[in-house]
């Protein structure tokens, strides 16, 4: 069962770095755009409700420094994808203050991500660019109450596709840093560059099997 698992950890690995390269190559669709006609096939095909697995990095060798958390999603008729549950264990992971990592691994909190779509292609697969918005956990820490609001890369660092033959859906987020209380001058996430580049995979074709 762990073998299998971590084939589909690599298939959903390998597959976001294939749509990374298919997207460079939408160009043409990105920069003409795609017709009224052509956003509402889209529209209609990746529209409805899913469950799946989240990838996201961890420090956790049991699964190759990754693990998976149950996840939700839906795209309504806002044209948004939004993620149900977004777990701030999928946070703490990141985060290089101890004690606040601590703070987040204590007691989970939940939020809800969302996320705007632009469509760049529509053929055998949709494609789309993501432009997640900030989420924020209340965090015990210090001995008072605090806001962690994460932001997170988009365009060609965020981004999804549906592949109409088979209904699989999924994609890439990639968070850039983690503030307290609107403060942005400190990046808590662990990297030593002002912005972190923190890739996460979500799919509707991972899991155990």
């Keep these: 069962?762990?073998?299998?698992?971590?084939?589909?950890?690599?298939?959903?690995c390998m597959a976001a770095l294939s749509l990374t390269s298919c997207l460079k190559d939408s160009?043409?669709?990105?920069?003409?755009?795609?017709?009224?006609?052509?956003i509402s096939q889209?529209?209609?095909?990746?529209?409805?409700?899913?469950?799946?697995?989240?990838?996201?990095?961890?420090?956790?060798?049991?699964?190759g420094y990754t693990d998976t958390i149950d996840v939700s999603w839906s795209?309504?008729?806002?044209?948004?994808?939004?993620?149900?549950?977004?777990?701030?264990k999928v946070i703490a992971e990141q985060i290089k203050d101890t004690e606040l990592k601590e703070a987040l691994l204590q007691e989970e909190q939940l939020s809800v991500l969302k996320n705007y779509l632009h469509f760049i292609k529509n053929d055998s697969e949709v494609q789309f660019l993501l432009a997640p918005q900030t989420i924020e956990f209340p965090v015990f820490y210090k001995d008072k109450t605090h806001t962690l609001s994460v932001v997170f890369w988009y365009n060609d660092y965020s981004f999804g596709y549906k592949t109409v033959s088979t209904g699989t859906m999924g994609g890439q987020l990639v968070m850039a840093y983690a503030f307290l209380d609107g403060d942005e001058r400190v990046n808590y996430f662990n990297s030593t560059a002002s912005y972190a580049n923190i890739p996460m995979i979500f799919s509707t074709n991972l899991g155990e099997k």
């Design 42 to 63: 889209c529209y209609n095909a990746v529209k409805g409700s899913y469950t799946g697995k989240l990838v996201y990095p961890s420090s956790d060798t049991k699964y």
């Design 1 to 12: 069962m762990k073998n299998l698992k971590l084939i589909f950890l690599a298939l959903g």
């Design 27 to 38: 160009d043409d669709d990105y920069n003409n755009g795609l017709t009224p006609a052509q």
């Design 75 to 88: 795209i309504g008729a806002d044209t948004m994808l939004v993620i149900n549950s977004f777990s701030s």
